[in-house]
Each structure stands twice: as structure tokens, then as C-alpha cells.
T-cell receptor, first 112, second 113 residues
Framework: SQQGEEDPQALSIQEGENATMNCSYK?????LQWYRQNSGRGLVHLIL?????REKHSGRLRVTLDTSKKSSSLLITASRAADTASYFC????????????FGDGTTLTVKP | KAGVTQTPRYLIKTRGQQVTLSCSPI?????VSWYQQTPGQGLQFLFE???????NKGNFPGRFSGRQFSNSRSEMNVSTLELGDSALYLC????????????FGPGTRLTVT
């Protein structure tokens, strides 16, 4: 399978805490993206990290990529109730630029 | 710019019927992809269209088909509906610059009874 696999499946934290979710994939990638989905809605692109990058920041988001371990992590710092959503990683492989393969996602619940 | 729009937002059909869903990408975007999301199977890629041509296809039966028009609007059709086709159908468009970032619409919730 070429999809990313997110871990954990579910995560529940208190507002203000940090949330870390992980993604593993199987073969060499061109880049990897993270998306957020609020319940029953479309996905929103959060951040893209290229295969030659190791870390990227966007506001309260920090993404790391370890190509030797074929894994990525998404850290959300100082979480808010509005961060409650499902988070998906999407590895992009060289031969399927227009096709994103998503795992089952991590469901994050941030309690106020 | 207006975002990706999908119509209808909700749909109820009975088994054996067919359905057509519509997706209008962001102005200037020429790539449109379709995904099916169900609680059991997660988010699965259906197909991608670019300049009216199908460029990628997922592992779905032939009952699922799509097309893209010259204005980049896309439709997907599901014939002989089955209960298992109940899902949220999402479309996404990509800018022409070669960016990998996809912009998703709100989805069409299809219920098959």
C-alpha cells in the first residue's frame, strides 16, 4: 500500500497541551503533506514538507520528516479546542503527483 | 477566489439508481481529483482529471466514472447504486503551477437506502 499510516488513531488532550501525531510510509517520496478535516467536511491543507527538508514550521505547527525511517510527525503546540479534528498525512510519490493516498487519520480531541 | 464547490451537498438515493455529482474547481485550476470517504474504508482515491483527460485512477469498479469539461468542471457518476456506496464524496483541485497542494470542496454526502 502507498498510503500513509497515521499513529495514534485517536488522541485526547487538554487545551494548552501539545499534540504529536506520526505518519509512516513505505517507499521513497517526493514530498509529504498534512491535512486537517473537521467533522464531515472537506480537508484543509496544512503544510507540505519536501523530501530534502527535515523540519518545517507554520504558526503553531511543526512538521518533521525522517526519510531514513520513512516517517513524519506533526506537532501542534499550545492546542486549542478549535484544533479538534482528524489529521491525515499524504505521501506524494514520484509517479503519482496528482494522486494523494491517505491513511485513516488521527482523531484529535482537545478538551477546553 | 471562490473555493471548490460541490453540488448537491446531500443526496438520498435508493439501490439500483444512478447518481451524478458535480464539482467546480477553483478558477484557474485544471486538475480535479475525486475521493470517497467512508467510516470503514477511510479516504480512497477515485480518479483524477486534467484537461478533460483521466490521468489517474483508483481501484473502484466500473460503476464509478467521471468526466471533465473544457471549463475544468468535473462530474462523477455512480451507476447501479449499492448500499456500500453511501459515503462522503470529496473533490479537490490543484493549481496549474505543479503544486501538490490540493484544495478540497465541502463534499457531497450520499446516502443509499
Amino acid at each position: 500500500s502507498q498510503q500513509g499510516e497515521e499513529d495514534p488513531q485517536a488522541l485526547s488532550i487538554q487545551e494548552g497541551e501539545n499534540a504529536t501525531m506520526n505518519c509512516s510510509y513505505k517507499t521513497s517520496i517526493n514530498n509529504l503533506q498534512w491535512y486537517r478535516q473537521n467533522s464531515g467536511r472537506g480537508l484543509v491543507h496544512l503544510i507540505l514538507i519536501r523530501s530534502n527538508e527535515r523540519e518545517k514550521h507554520s504558526g503553531r505547527l511543526r512538521v518533521t520528516l525522517d526519510t531514513s525511517k520513512k516517517s513524519s510527525s506533526l506537532l501542534i503546540t499550545a492546542s486549542r479546542a478549535a484544533d479538534t479534528a482528524s489529521y491525515f498525512c499524504a505521501p506524494i510519490y514520484n509517479t503519482n503527483a496528482g494522486k494523494s493516498t491517505f491513511g485513516d487519520g488521527t482523531t484529535l480531541t482537545v478538551k477546553p | 477566489k471562490a473555493g471548490v464547490t460541490q453540488t448537491p451537498r446531500y443526496l438520498i438515493k435508493t439501490r439500483g439508481q444512478q447518481v451524478t455529482l458535480s464539482c467546480s474547481p477553483i478558477s484557474g485550476h485544471r486538475s480535479v481529483s475525486w475521493y470517497q470517504q467512508t467510516p470503514g474504508q477511510g479516504l480512497q482515491f477515485l480518479f483524477e482529471y486534467f484537461s478533460e483527460t483521466q490521468r489517474n485512477k483508483g481501484n473502484f469498479p466500473g460503476r464509478f466514472s467521471g468526466r471533465q469539461f473544457s471549463n475544468s468542471r468535473s462530474e462523477m457518476n455512480v451507476s447501479t447504486l449499492e448500499l456500500g456506496d453511501s459515503a462522503l464524496y470529496l473533490c479537490a483541485s490543484r493549481p496549474p503551477s505543479g503544486s501538490y497542494e490540493q484544495y478540497f470542496g465541502p463534499g457531497t454526502r450520499l446516502t443509499v437506502t
